[in-house]
Every structure is written in C-alpha cells, then in structure tokens.
C-alpha cells in the first residue's frame, strides 16, 4: 500500500519562506515523478511544481523564481522550498506521485501566507 507522508506547512507572514517535504513509499512501480499541487478554497486544484524522474522541474508560472523543488532519489522524498511568499499561496498542498501506471496522493498540509 502506497503512503505519501507530507510536512512543513504552516502559517507565514508575506515575503516568508517554507519548506514542503514529502516522503513517499510502497508504490507499485519505480517512481516517474513527484510534485505538489495546491488547492484554495473554491478553487480547482492546480500544480505548483513537479520533478520528472530525468530531473527535468516544472513549475506554474506563478511560482516561478519564488519555489524550488527537490528530489532525493535514493530515499523518494520530495521537497518544496517556497520563497517570497504571498498572499495567493494560501492554499491545501498536496504531495503527488506517478508510477507507470497509478498516480499517488498525500493527505494534504496547510500553507497559509498572511500577516
């Protein structure tokens, strides 16, 4: 059975930073990729930056030059650095996972931006 366990969200003032990590195993088959999407209350869920298993990164335009994510292939845990945080990053974070076949997801952590 596939378990995402997530951590590190919270509560930050406008222009702070964060960290997201997730740690994901039991997957059926080698993991493809990892990432995070986000989802703000009556809004549909969104992605906010992914890394494929060639370590190609991609990210929503609105995050670009603010977040970084990060993998560590060895132990499948992937990170979200959030920099230059605003407002309209208040949202739901949700770690994601792809194998070949099945797509995983996290439990969901809490990131509000406000003063």
């Known amino acids: 059975q596939a378990q995402l366990v997530e951590s590190g969200g919270g509560l930050v003032q406008p222009g702070g930073s964060l960290t997201l990590s997730c740690a994901a195993s039991g997957t059926r088959f080698t993991i493809y990729s990892m990432g995070w999407y986000r989802q703000a209350p009556g809004e549909q869920r969104e992605m906010v930056a992914k890394?494929?298993?060639?370590?190609?990164?991609h990210y929503a335009d609105s995050v670009k030059g603010r977040f970084t994510i990060s993998r560590d292939r060895r132990k499948n845990v992937v990170t979200l650095r959030m920099n230059s945080l605003k407002p309209e990053d208040t949202a739901v974070y949700y770690c994601?996972?792809?194998?070949?076949?099945?797509?995983?997801w996290g439990q969901g952590t809490q990131v509000t931006v406000s003063s």
């Open positions: 890394i494929i298993s060639d370590g190609a990164e």
């Open positions: 994601h996972v792809e194998d070949r076949e099945l797509e995983y």
